[in-house]
């Protein structure tokens, strides 16, 4: 009996060094995500070069608009251009425009769209977003805030008749930031992803951070 007392000593000591220099598994790192869902009913080459956008709206995150279109209206009663009371809306207006004309869109005013009188040569496109909102998990705990962004792109004949219109672009994606993360701007962020995948036939993650 006091020979196997060594061996159960020296078992035991091994079994204890074993688990002290077991390291603990680490935790999966939270990251910032956006996922997108892009489709074109025109090929890249189809789609006009002239482009009319309206300011984007804030909308619900089932995509109902918060705000409203603002007519622009000149002295002889005429609409020239279209604005919203956001001042992130019109700022983001300008990156919209911005963005386009670096992807070789030559972007009109809404004066020039109504000049124009071949129908379906220019791309009207709409955005709208959210501001960051909560997303919870099935414990009713917040796991992360989400942005969303749509962006449809439309032709019109040369009336602008909404019963003859084409909706040719359809764009949707969502940035996801786990909780505790920090993403400055994140409506400004999401809507360069968005507008990254326009007029793409894809749908895809990728990750931000």
């Not at 009913?41 to 300011?55: E, G, M, R, S």
């Not at 070789?104 to 071949?118: D, K, M, N, T, W």
Request: hydrophobic share 40%.
């Amino acid at each position: 009996m006091n020979r196997l007392i060594p061996s159960f000593i020296a078992v035991c000591v091994c079994a204890m060094a074993s688990c002290m220099n077991t390291k603990p598994v680490a935790p999966a790192t939270k990251r910032i995500t956006f996922s997108y869902d892009s489709l074109a009913a025109l090929q890249a080459k189809d789609i006009p070069p002239l482009v009319y956008a309206f300011p984007p709206l804030r909308s619900s995150k089932d995509g109902k608009p918060l705000e409203k279109l603002q007519p622009v209206v000149s002295a002889g009663g005429g609409v020239t251009e279209w604005k919203t009371a956001s001042a992130l809306s019109m700022e983001l207006k300008r990156e919209v425009g911005s963005h386009l004309t670096t992807r070789g869109y030559c972007v009109i005013s809404f004066e020039e769209l109504l000049a124009i009188r071949q129908p379906y040569s220019v791309l009207v496109i709409s955005t709208f977003y959210t501001l960051p909102y909560d997303v919870k998990n099935d414990k009713d705990e917040v796991t992360d805030k989400a942005t969303f962004v749509l962006i449809k792109g439309t032709i019109f004949d040369q009336n602008l008749d909404p019963k003859t219109k084409k909706d040719v672009i359809k764009v949707d994606g969502v940035t996801k930031v786990p909780v505790g993360k920090e993403f400055p701007d994140s409506v400004t962020r999401t809507l360069e992803q968005a507008y990254s995948w326009f007029a793409d036939n894809s749908t895809g993650v990728i990750l931000l951070d």
